[in-house]
Each structure stands twice: as structure tokens, then as C-alpha cells.
């Protein structure tokens, strides 16, 4: 049981350069959620998912976009990378029922 | 609106001293509280929750009450380890919502 899968784990961007962050968990779970975790500034919800074939904004969507692929998969999308978007990014499932989040391991992201 | 507040990091202790780590929120209704750990470079993972008053929420040694009428879920542990070294976050989500709110996080040190 892999739980919630992230990839890459790392990755360095050139100002101005796109890339998608891939997100996938094996627990039948209905919502996902994106976040980014600052220094001094916790979690922030970019995007989430309430079920599959469904995205909405979060507190700080401006520069990103989702694709929920399937209910299995959810993916981040940096059209034009800047370095304010340097951070480290955790997707997440959680359970309808308990409403406990699952964490992927996280993909740390510089853009230079 | 709905928020959470813990007390500022870090928190410095000697292993085998006693823990708390304050937390208060402010919610409209009766949400479920969660305590979340996250250990040096990797995701977020539930620790322990409770779904309503009175509840008491334990894990590893780790424990919290549910106390409506001061609105807090302080968590605490009577005796540290160098492992518990990590950052702790208190969090509340709804019945029927989908989002999970999360206070700051506090960074715990334990030294040997």
C-alpha cells in the first residue's frame, strides 16, 4: 500500500520554464488537495478536488493549475515558473468519512 | 471564519521533559480536531484526533482533549525523546466540508 505518491522529489526550473507535478494515492480516497509549505508561513491550499471531475481554488491559486485526472490522480501545473513559486509542494488525500488527510512525501521545488 | 492559533516555535526541551504545545480555534458549529507531525523532510502524518467534546485524542505517548468551552486542543506528552524532535500542527475540519484548516506548526527541539 503505497498511500499518496509524488513526483519528482526534486526539481531545479529556470525562470519563465513549465512543468506538471504528478500526484497519485491508492486509497480510494474522494478529495485531493495541493499545498505549499513556506519557512514561517505553514501549509497553503493552492488547489483541491472535492471528487473526481471537480477543482476548486484555494488560498493562493494565482500561477498554478490542476488537472484531476482520474480519482487516482492529480496533477499541478506551473505554466511559467517564478521564483516566488520556490517552495515545497505536498498533495494530499482525504477520507469522507474521517476527513483525515493523507500526505504524499513532498517535491521540492527551486526556480532560479 | 474558522481558524486555528498555536503557540509560536520553536520550543526547546531536555529529553524526558514534560510537553505542551498550545492550541485554540475558532469555529462556527463543531469541528473535528486534529494534531499532524512532520518529521524532518518528509509529509505531514496524523498523530491523533477527536470528533467532539470531551474526547481525548492519544498516540505514542502523545495526548489532547477536546475542550468546547475553551475552544483548545493543547496537545502534550509526559516525557520527550530526541525523536519527537519535529514540527507539530493542529488542525479542524467540518463534517460535510472539505477543507482542512491548519494553524502555523511549531517546531519542537529535543536535546539529549
Known amino acids: 500500500n503505497a498511500g499518496v505518491t509524488q513526483t519528482p522529489k526534486f526539481q531545479v526550473l529556470k525562470t519563465g520554464q513549465s512543468m506538471t507535478l504528478q500526484c497519485a494515492q491508492d486509497m480510494n480516497h474522494n478529495s485531493m488537495y495541493w499545498y505549499r509549505q513556506d519557512p514561517g508561513m505553514g501549509l497553503r491550499l493552492i488547489y483541491y478536488s472535492a471528487s473526481e471531475g471537480t477543482t476548486d481554488k484555494g488560498e493562493v491559486p494565482n500561477g498554478y493549475n490542476v488537472s484531476r485526472l482520474n480519482k487516482r490522480e492529480f496533477s499541478l501545473r506551473l505554466e511559467s515558473a517564478a521564483p516566488s513559486q520556490t517552495s515545497v509542494y505536498f498533495c494530499?488525500?482525504?477520507?469522507?468519512?474521517?476527513?483525515?488527510?493523507?500526505f504524499g512525501p513532498g517535491t521540492r521545488l527551486t526556480v532560479t | 471564519g474558522n481558524s486555528v492559533t498555536q503557540m509560536e516555535g520553536p520550543v526547546t526541551l531536555s529529553e524526558e521533559a514534560f510537553l505542551t504545545i498550545n492550541c485554540t480555534y475558532t469555529a462556527t458549529g463543531y469541528p473535528s480536531l486534529f494534531w499532524y507531525v512532520q518529521y524532518p523532510g518528509e509529509g505531514l502524518q496524523l498523530l491523533l484526533k477527536?470528533?467532539?467534546?470531551?474526547d481525548k485524542g492519544s498516540n505514542k505517548g502523545f495526548e489532547a482533549t477536546y475542550r468546547k468551552e475553551t475552544t483548545s486542543f493543547h496537545l502534550e506528552k509526559g516525557s520527550v525523546q530526541v525523536s519527537d524532535s519535529a514540527v507539530y500542527f493542529c488542525a479542524l475540519s467540518f463534517i460535510g466540508g472539505f477543507k482542512t484548516i491548519f494553524g502555523a506548526g511549531t517546531r519542537l527541539f529535543v536535546k539529549a
Open positions: 477527536a470528533t467532539k467534546a470531551d
Open positions: 494530499a488525500s482525504s477520507d469522507r468519512t474521517t476527513y483525515e488527510q493523507y
